[in-house]
C-alpha cells in the first residue's frame, strides 16, 4: 500500500467511524430511554445488532468508490478495524461526556428500582444471588465515568478486530466484473 493509498484509507474509514459513532450513540440513547419503555430498548438493540451490517455496507462502499471496485482482504480488513476504532474512539467520549455530566445516577437507581421489584427480589433470593446483586450495585456505583468509557472503548476495538474477518472477507474484489458488449 503506498503512502496515498494509506491517506485515503485513513479519510474514508475516519468518515465511517463518525458515522458509525452516530449510530451506537443513537443506540445507547435509545438504551437508556428503553429503561421505562420497551419498544425504545428493542429499538436499541436493533440498531446495535445493525452494526456489521452498517459496516459492511460502508466497506463496499468504499471498495466502490474509493478504490473502483477492487479491494484486497488486507485492505478491507485495516479499512474495517479503524473504522471501529475510529467509531470506538468518539463513542467512548461520548459514554464519558453522558456519565460524568447528564446521568446523575440515573442508569444506577433505574436498575437498583428493577432489582428491588417483587419479582426480581424472589427470583434472586430463589437462585441465591441476592448478595452478588447488591455488591454490583455497589461495584456500579463506584464506577468512574472513565472506566466505562475506556471498557467500551476496549470492547468497540475488540468487535472490530473480530468482526474485520468475515466482513472483509465477504466484501473482498480482487476482479472487476466487466461486461463486455459485442
Known sequence: MTAPEYVQLKAFARQDGVLLALLWVSSFLLYIM???????????IILMLYTP??????????????????????????????VFFYGGVLFAVAQYLYFAFMDQGFLLSQFSRMMNTDEARQMLQQYGMTEMMDESLQQMAA?????????MLTINISLGFILGIPISLLKQRTVLNQQQDN
Open 143 to 151: 464506577t468512574r465515568p472513565i472506566d466505562y468509557a475506556l471498557n
Open 53 to 82: 451490517f452498517f459496516v459492511s455496507g460502508r466497506l463496499a462502499k468504499f471498495r466502490d468508490y474509493g478504490r473502483e471496485g477492487l479491494i484486497s482482504f488486507r485492505r478491507g480488513y485495516a479499512y474495517t478495524v479503524l
Open 34 to 44: 428503553g429503561l421505562s419503555n420497551q419498544m425504545l430498548g428493542m429499538a436499541a
